[in-house]
T-cell receptor, first 112, second 119 residues
Framework: NAGVTQTPKFRVLKTGQSMTLLCAQD?????MYWYRQDPGMGLRLIHY???????AKGEVPDGYNVSRLKKQNFLLGLESAAPSQTSVYFC???????????FGQGTRLTVV | AQKITQTQPGMFVQEKEAVTLDCTYD???????LFWYKQPSSGEMIFLIY??????QNATEGRYSLNFQKARKSANLVISASQLGDSAMYFC????????????????FGKGTKLSVKP
């Protein structure tokens, strides 16, 4: 079982560059999430989606955009990367509101 | 306002003893879910236990139990008989949402507690 797969696992960007992180789940889950994890800050919700074609802002949405064109994929875009976006990014998905979220393995992004 | 508060940045426990990790939450919804996750040093997020706001019984999963006190808005994780492999970061999380309809489904995490189990 693949579960939740994030691509890429590691990336180094220069300030101002753009990139897209891909999250794919094969569990037919409705809910998908993007988080960033920084030391001492826990996981902070960037954006989330409660179904195909829908997205919503989380706690720290600035500088990021997302799309959920297909149910199984949730894309996180950085249009103009900044050093403050250096972080570990996690994608997660869940079947419903009362069920646990399954996480991807994380993407370590460094912006220099 | 912080929705999930974990007041213990770090804790130590002796192997085979029980330990309680604190979590308080803030919500005006009547319907919500509370989760605990474990993150070992390898980085993956492991689901441990879930408690629904309407569940009358405290959730239990093996050595994990959730001490749910709704009036106090607390959802503490209790680990019995600690093992060396329990050393990890532990995160409390909450999902708010109306019972029917609506688009709420955000899952918010606390800052975590680092648990160290001593041999």
């Amino acid at each position: 079982n693949a579960g939740v797969t994030q691509t890429p696992k590691f990336r180094v960007l220069k300030t101002g560059q753009s990139m897209t992180l891909l999250c794919a789940q094969d569990m037919n889950h409705e809910y998908m999430y993007w988080y960033r994890q920084d030391p001492g800050m826990g996981l902070r919700l960037i954006h989330y989606s409660v179904g195909e074609g829908t997205t919503a802002k989380g706690e720290v949405p600035d500088g990021y955009n997302v799309s959920r064109l297909k149910k199984q994929n949730f894309l996180l875009g950085l249009e103009s990367a900044a050093p403050s976006q250096t972080s570990v990014y996690f994608c997660a998905s869940s079947y419903g509101r009362g069920t646990e979220a399954f996480f991807g393995q994380g993407t370590r992004l460094t912006v220099v | 306002a912080q929705k999930i508060t974990q007041t213990q940045p770090g804790m130590f426990v002796q192997e085979k003893e029980a330990v309680t990790l604190d979590c308080t939450y803030d919500t005006s919804d009547q319907s919500y879910g509370l989760f605990w996750y474990k993150q070992p040093s390898s980085g993956e997020m492991i689901f441990l236990i879930y408690q629904g706001s309407y569940d009358e019984q405290n959730a239990t999963e093996g050595r994990y139990s959730l001490n749910f006190q709704k009036a106090r808005k607390s959802a503490n994780l209790v680990i019995s008989a600690s093992q060396l492999g329990d050393s990890a970061m532990y995160f409390c999380a909450m999902r708010e949402g109306r019972e029917y309809g609506g688009s709420q489904g955000n899952l918010i995490f606390g800052k975590g507690t680092k648990l160290s189990v001593k041999p």
